[in-house]
């Protein structure tokens, strides 16, 4: 069996994940095949050993963070085998941008990933602005490679039958990342099961042409009220995402970007087209909602559209440097409402007596208001009005996690959301496949 670091200062690399949560282990496996990741496992199972998965860290849930144990990281599972099949621990921006060259598409898109892995993606059924119009990453993944909990290696298409009994219940009809999917087979319970059943260490993925051309605008508008009469008709109008930015999103981008107007909030919109920029349905629209339309910026191009892009990262990236010098665990919701109620969540989002940054997937209904406490004390007042917006969005027929999944910081939401005897079923999965309960331990369930 491959030989463990143990390292301290080798460890202290892999304790925190983008949530400023730390943990602590004992060892850290990094294996280079999947034959390794299933020695791994068992040595681990035999020992009953507490084991977490961890891969890039950009998860804000607390999920890769281990809490004593052991480490095994997927970074070195790193082999792009074919357009459509790639390793675990590849880049998911690294591997876009090779089947992109080829001209074809694989569209999730979640914020971090040029920073995330294909294997973290999957295991969280990430997903990002282009949601709106592809979905999240489970439509995307034809098949998986994965190690179970006994060191089992299987795999698993949607032809796969699954090996236990799994609850059924129905999810909201939102967006959302939130619990175990009811699934048919074993394909669609290991995509986004967060590392608890089992490994993933390669996909096949599914490839669509790439789009001929991307038209993107970035609209500033003058009020709330003129955004939400205006999105109903963005949306109709087919776009391929709709993300918009608070008022004090657009106080940060203001730090890093010139010329931001003075607005209410601003849309950034992503079109696709084959030819002729569709520009006069799309301004006549935003003149009709009352946008600043002279200010409104207009990319036709990939280089015009990366630069918004970067903008458009910057903001978490800021938010996030912002809550480690605080020195504090982030704080941030991932709900998704329907859209009939989204003025309603909002309006709860503007009376938060607390400084925060409201970003994200609009299109979705699907925003992210993040707290910033400047202290412990602001911590604790943080976590519960989070506690209090969760009841909230679940009231409204919400989820408590449209997309980052439930981790180890958001056991007590997800009871919120899905009937106890739904969680006891998972539970009882959970034990079926993982005795010892050594993968993610703590993880979804507490």
């Known amino acids: 069996m491959i030989e463990p670091v143990r390292d301290p200062a080798v460890l202290e690399g892999y304790l925190r994940d983008a949530s400023n949560l730390r943990g602590e282990a004992e060892l850290l496996f990094r294996p280079r095949t999947t034959a390794e990741v299933a020695e791994v496992v068992a040595w681990c199972q035999a020992r009953a050993m507490p084991l977490t998965v961890t891969a890039r860290r950009t998860s804000t849930t607390g999920a890769p963070v281990p809490m004593g144990g052991a480490l095994l990281s997927t970074e070195m599972l790193a082999t792009i085998h074919a357009l459509d099949d790639v390793d675990a621990g ?22 971090s990933r040029n920073e995330c892995s294909v294997g973290g993606a999957i295991a969280c059924n990430a997903s990002g602005s282009r949601t709106f119009k592809y979905g999240p990453m489970r439509p995307w993944i034809e098949s998986v490679e994965a ?21 059924q219940w129905e999810e909201p009809h939102v967006k959302t990342a939130a619990g ?28 669509v042409a790439l789009p001929a051309q991307v038209l993107t605008l970035l609209a500033f508008l003058p009020t709330r009220e003129s955004l939400l009469a205006f999105l109903p008709v963005a949306r109709g109008m087919g776009p391929r995402c709709i993300e918009s930015f608070d008022r004090h999103a657009l106080d940060l981008i203001r730090g890093r970007v010139p010329d931001v107007p003075a ?78 109620r989204l003025g309603e969540l909002l309006a709860l989002y503007d009376a938060v007596p607390m400084a925060s940054v409201c970003f994200g997937h609009i299109g979705d209904s699907h925003l992210h208001l993040n707290l910033l406490p400047r202290d412990a004390a602001e911590l604790a007042r943080a976590r519960e009005l989070y506690f209090e917006l969760a009841k909230a969005a679940v009231a409204m ?47 979804m369930f507490g």
């Not at 190690?147 to 299987?154: E, I, K, R």
């Not at 084959?274 to 280089?303: H, K, N, Q, Y």
Request: include cysteine.
């Open 397 to 443: 027929g919400g989820s408590v996690s449209g997309e980052h999944g439930i981790g180890r910081l958001k056991v007590k939401h997800l009871a919120l959301m899905v009937p106890p005897g739904v969680i006891d079923g998972w539970r009882a999965l959970k034990h079926q496949v993982d005795p010892a309960g050594i993968l993610g331990r703590g993880v």
């Open 90 to 111: 590849v880049l998911l921006g690294e591997y876009q941008a090779h089947v992109e060259a080829a001209g074809r598409f694989f569209p999730p898109d979640p914020t």
């Open 263 to 340: 607005a209410d909030c601003a849309l950034m919109i992503e079109i696709e087209h084959d030819g002729e920029p569709p520009l006069e349905p799309w301004f006549d629209a935003l003149v009709a909602a009352g946008a600043l339309v002279d200010d409104t910026v207009v990319a036709t191009d990939d280089s015009g559209r990366a630069k918004l892009h970067v903008m458009r990262h910057a903001l978490p990236a800021t938010v996030n440097e912002i809550i480690a010098r605080n020195g504090v665990q982030k704080v941030g919701t991932d709900f998704a409402v329907p859209a009939d």
């Open 180 to 207: 175990l999917y009811p699934a048919k087979n074993l394909l669609d319970l290991l995509i986004g099961s967060e590392g608890i059943l089992g490994i993933i260490t390669r996909a096949r993925t599914r490839l």
């Open 147 to 167: 190690v179970l909990a006994d060191g089992t290696v299987v795999h698993a298409d949607r032809s796969t039958p699954l090996p236990w009994p799994v609850p």
